[in-house]
């Protein structure tokens, strides 16, 4: 009877707990779908911090690349992320689950539109203190 009963309570905690563990695993995964605000605010101040400081940027379709002193710095799409390349080489992700991305210059800047896998759609105008040469 004793065993009965422990089964009993075992068996009530766990269907206690069952629905509350099982909304808190969709609630996460909803919401690593689309972008997470803070991590827009991080990109997007240290793409206008980097279109700052380069002297040229070229669009080359979905590839941005900015020219300062010697380097090449690329921002591109790679699979569901934007990455950051410098000189070719590296593999740093500034963005993730990217669905889409555009860059279009301006005479004094450059604007980059995302959106992201939810279908939410972003915008950043980072402008230069110096004219940039367009290629």
């Given at each position: 009877m004793a065993e009965m009963l422990t089964a009993f309570a075992v068996f009530c905690m766990i269907a206690l707990f069952l629905p509350l563990g099982l909304k808190t695993i969709l609630t996460n995964q909803h919401s690593e779908i689309g972008l997470q605000r803070l991590e827009w605010e991080v990109f997007a101040s240290q793409f206008?911090?980097?279109?700052?400081?380069?002297?040229?940027?070229?669009?080359?379709?979905?590839?941005?690349?900015?020219?300062?002193?010697?380097?090449?710095?690329?921002?591109?799409?790679?699979?569901?992320?934007?990455?950051?390349?410098?000189?070719?080489?590296?593999?740093?992700?500034?963005?993730?689950?990217?669905?889409?991305?555009?860059?279009?210059p301006l005479p004094q800047g450059v604007i980059i539109q995302v959106t992201d896998l939810n279908g939410n759609q972003y915008e950043v105008t980072s402008r230069s203190f110096i004219s940039l040469a367009q290629s």
């Open positions: 206008k911090k980097e279109v700052r400081l380069s002297s040229n940027a070229t669009v080359q379709g979905d590839r941005l690349v900015l020219a300062r002193n010697e380097e090449t710095v690329q921002f591109e799409k790679f699979g569901t992320n934007i990455r950051r390349r410098v000189n070719g080489t590296g593999h740093e992700i500034v963005l993730q689950n990217v669905a889409w991305v555009r860059f279009l």
